[in-house]
């Protein structure tokens, strides 16, 4: 493991005509210490040739192309097992990060001796000439409040790999979500870095907008997943449903 490497997880499906920015924002980095791990999902489109002349360009972007189509879980792995650096950042390849995305996030990480560490963002437009309000990161979330809280955005997690080991996703609904409450679980909280440092680009067709089927999921998470009672689950999920119309009240 390389101490200052940040191993970028981006996994990729259906993402040429997005996935390009993607990339140019990692390239843009203050913090160029990174190898960025692109796991191409089988697409039907060409974003396994978009990605593999990025990867031409430049050796610190890696192809990891999939025999079969998995689900963002199995990509995320796929891109997790090879990972060689301490820090494990996540970027989706819809997403963007402004330029002082990792320098700051790992600086902020180191001064708060965090292992897990997450930013502010905004929403995007599918064409990205429409940007949203600023949705802010609280200063801590334990297991608890995480469970119902719906601040940690994917593309704005940083993990040390020296502290919360080995991480995978399973594969469910939420495998990202799940992921983080598992780590929060050992006792590792999520400590927030309130700046606007992430773009979160909105697909009309994206797994995340049927808002009534991913509240069901959430829900299905609490009693399946992380086997809460049906009164706790209730808890949780009134706080998460809250939180959710407040973040969601406008663009």
């Given at each position: 493991?390389?101490?200052?490497?940040?191993?970028?997880?981006?996994?990729?499906?259906?993402?040429?005509?997005?996935?390009?920015?993607?990339?140019?924002?990692?390239?843009?980095?203050?913090?160029?210490?990174?190898?960025?791990?692109?796991?191409?999902?089988?697409?039907p489109d060409d974003t396994r040739e978009v990605v593999r002349q990025?990867?031409?360009?430049?050796?610190?972007?890696?192809?990891?192309?999939?025999?079969?189509?998995?689900?963002?879980?199995?990509?995320?792995?796929?891109?997790?097992?090879?990972?060689?650096?301490?820090?494990?950042?996540?970027?989706?390849?819809?997403?963007?990060?402004?330029?002082?995305?990792?320098?700051?996030?790992?600086?902020?990480?180191?001064?708060?001796?965090?292992?897990?560490?997450?930013?502010?963002?905004?929403?995007?437009?599918?064409?990205?000439?429409?940007?949203?309000?600023?949705?802010?990161?609280?200063?801590?979330?334990?297991?608890?409040?995480?469970?119902?809280?719906?601040?940690?955005?994917?593309?704005?997690?940083?993990?040390?790999?020296?502290?919360?080991?080995?991480?995978?996703?399973?594969?469910?609904?939420?495998?990202?979500?799940?992921?983080?409450?598992?780590?929060?679980?050992?006792?590792?909280?999520?400590?927030?870095?309130?700046?606007?440092?992430?773009?979160?680009?909105?697909?009309?067709?994206?797994?995340?907008?049927?808002?009534?089927?991913?509240?069901?999921k959430v829900w299905q998470a609490y009693r399946h997943v992380e086997?809460?009672?049906w009164p706790e689950s209730a808890w949780y999920f009134s706080q998460?449903?809250?939180?959710?119309?407040?973040?969601?009240?406008?663009?």
């Open positions: 493991m390389t101490h200052d490497l940040v191993s970028i997880i981006t996994p990729a499906y259906r993402a040429a005509a997005v996935i390009g920015e993607t990339v140019r924002s990692v390239l843009a980095q203050t913090h160029e210490n990174w190898e960025m791990l692109i796991a191409e999902d089988c697409s990025w990867a031409s360009s430049d050796p610190r972007i890696r192809l990891i192309a999939l025999e079969k189509n998995g689900g963002p879980a199995a990509a995320r792995n796929a891109a997790l097992e090879q990972a060689k650096g301490r820090w494990l950042a996540f970027l989706d390849s819809d997403d963007t990060w402004l330029a002082a995305k990792l320098e700051k996030t790992i600086a902020f990480a180191k001064a708060k001796d965090a292992a897990f560490a997450f930013t502010g963002f905004r929403r995007m437009s599918s064409d990205g000439a429409t940007v949203g309000r600023y949705i802010e990161a609280p200063p801590r979330l334990s297991y608890r409040q995480l469970l119902g809280n719906t601040a940690i955005a994917t593309s704005t997690v940083v993990l040390d790999a020296t502290r919360v080991g080995t991480v995978r996703m399973k594969k469910t609904y939420y495998d990202d979500f799940d992921c983080w409450l598992q780590v929060t679980k050992k006792g590792l909280d999520a400590h927030g870095l309130d700046k606007d440092l992430m773009r979160y680009r909105v697909l009309d067709k994206s797994v995340s907008r049927n808002k009534r089927r991913s509240a069901g086997r809460l009672s998460y449903a809250v939180r959710a119309l407040i973040k969601y009240r406008s663009f």
